[in-house]
Nanobody, 124 residues
């Protein structure tokens, strides 16, 4: 069982930066792949980024590649998403997710645990 709590969301102007953090509890965090997803009003949940259990493999949506960076600290049971050069279209609720297999995937249905989400709003 893994419990996830996101933080770090907020309101930022276009071109600004935010750093999201996800704190995990549970024994299996260090053997779990982690992902970040987002959902804008009226839209489906969308893959943003994912990282393998040891951090050796990462994946990004094309829309955020080069602007966002995912990282994890297994000693602290945390995963972070550094978001730079934010755009109004990045506005959404951002969710942290965990899955027991060590390799990351873009499929939200493959994740077993989800946080409650944190709102990111980018003004133009």
């Amino acid at each position: 069982q893994v419990q996830l709590v996101e933080s770090g969301g907020g309101l930022v102007q276009a071109g600004g930066s935010l750093r999201l953090s996800c704190a995990a509890s549970g024994r299996t965090f260090s053997s779990s792949a982690m992902g970040w997803f987002r959902q804008a009003p009226g839209k489906e949940r969308q893959f943003v980024s994912a990282i393998s259990d040891n951090g050796g493999s990462t994946s990004y949506a094309d829309s955020v590649k080069g602007r966002f960076s995912i990282s994890r600290d297994n000693a602290k049971n945390t995963v972070a998403l550094q978001m730079n050069s934010l755009k109004p279209e990045d506005t959404a609720v951002y969710y942290c997710a965990a899955r027991a297999p060590y390799y990351p995937t873009r499929d939200p249905g493959a994740y077993d645990y989800w946080g409650q989400g944190t709102q990111v709003t980018v003004s133009s």
